[in-house]
């Protein structure tokens, strides 16, 4: 095993990302600001490598690498043990870059700087790429689509490797994902009951993907594998229906009432999604794409549930159109959750679709109370 750091300011992964991209997918939507940069911890970026690294599909990858962020440092008690890390974990196709930069509007300028809630002065939090993602181990890397086909369950693993081997971290104080995240999360309080305090996952499920969210990745897939310049992974420029995937997670993630008020008429419309495409396709690669949607398709920790012992705040928004607050699973599924607390944001000028899970302001309550509650 091996691991690597350096430091990074994450000004460019920003940079890169068209204003009117950050306005509607909600990372960048809080009303914070701070004085002077320098009063901010900064965060640290690093490279964990796992060798001979085993997946589900009984694939092996000679050595995998793990990339992470971290803010803060770690707090250790009488025994040697850190008492103080809190794991954040992004969503299908982001980073935990999107987390880490302290900028007006930023997800760490509304949580993490003095006197905030998860204050990097106090808290040792942790940013990784899910594999697949970011700077983690992806088959654009090389392998194209002869990389192992992974799922969450080897993603959870690999997060668990990281903390445990790479970052001598055995124990967590707090726990949270965002949609993809938000079901790493609950399998990750499964699979490691007695590892975590706190949990909360924002925006997601807790059942097999079926039904319209199913379908919607289904489609997805299909329209990269079936374009005729896929190739079968092994093109030599990206097939054209990368910008199709593009504008589909486009419609699936942000609230039809927001965009609605945003873009009124078809040219504005029109406007906003090309722009949107255009400042993600330079960056995006049709393997990580369909690899990181097809990651999903063995999902459901439902039967498991009743195996938690952490304390669970579970937060959807109810104009997510990804978890519909119609369908009434989340209000059922709760009740296996020993310690388990489901809360529906409602639809109003604070809440974003389903990357609401991204905005702050709209539930950081929530947070307040869950670690209140679970305060040593």
């Not at 092996?60 to 974990?89: C, F, K, Q, W």
């Amino acid at each position: 095993m091996a691991i690597t750091r350096r430091g990074d300011s994450f000004r460019g992964a920003q940079s890169r990302l068209s204003p009117r991209f950050m306005a509607l997918t909600g990372l960048v939507l809080s009303l914070c600001a701070f004085s002077s940069s320098q009063e901010l911890p900064k965060a640290i970026e690093g490279d964990y490598v796992a060798h001979d690294f085993h997946f589900h599909s009984g694939e092996v990858l000679p050595e995998l690498r793990l990339h992470y962020r971290t803010l803060g440092r770690s707090i250790s008690d009488a025994n040697g043990h850190i008492t103080n890390a809190v794991m954040i974990v992004h969503a299908t196709g982001s980073t935990g870059a999107v987390y880490a930069a302290y900028a007006r509007g930023s997800f760490a300028g509304e949580l993490f700087g003095p006197g905030q809630l998860l204050d990097a002065t106090r808290y040792y939090i942790i940013l990784p790429d899910a594999i697949g993602h970011g700077k983690s181990s992806k088959p654009s890397d090389g392998l194209h689509a002869g990389f192992p086909h992974y799922d969450y369950d080897d993603m959870v693993e690999a997060e668990h490797l990281l903390l445990t081997d790479g970052l001598k971290v055995d124990h967590l104080r707090l726990d949270m994902g965002m949609s993809m995240g938000c079901m790493h999360t609950f399998m990750f309080a499964e699979k490691y009951p007695d590892f975590l305090d706190a949990a909360m996952p924002m925006g997601c499920s807790v059942v097999e993907i079926a039904g319209r969210n199913r379908i919607f990745r289904k489609v997805l897939m299909d329209d990269i594998r079936n374009d005729p310049g896929y190739l079968n992974g092994e093109y030599k420029q990206q097939p054209a229906a990368l910008r199709t995937a593009l504008g589909l997670m486009l419609v699936e993630i942000t609230s039809p009432i927001r965009m609605q008020r945003q873009y009124p008429t078809r040219e504005t419309a029109d406007a906003a999604l090309k722009e949107v495409v255009d400042s993600r396709i330079s960056d995006s690669d049709a393997n990580d794409t369909l690899y990181a949607w097809d990651a999903s398709r063995n999902y459901d920790p439902s039967g498991k549930l009743d195996q938690i012992k952490a304390a669970v705040t579970w937060v959807n928004s109810a104009d997510d159109e990804v978890n519909p607050p119609e369908l009434g699973i989340a209000e059922n599924q709760i009740k296996k959750v020993k310690r388990g607390r489901f809360v529906l944001i409602p639809i109003s000028d604070m809440t974003r679709g389903h990357t609401t899970h991204s905005y702050p302001p709209a539930w950081k309550q929530y947070l307040a109370e869950l670690l209140e509650q679970t305060q040593h």
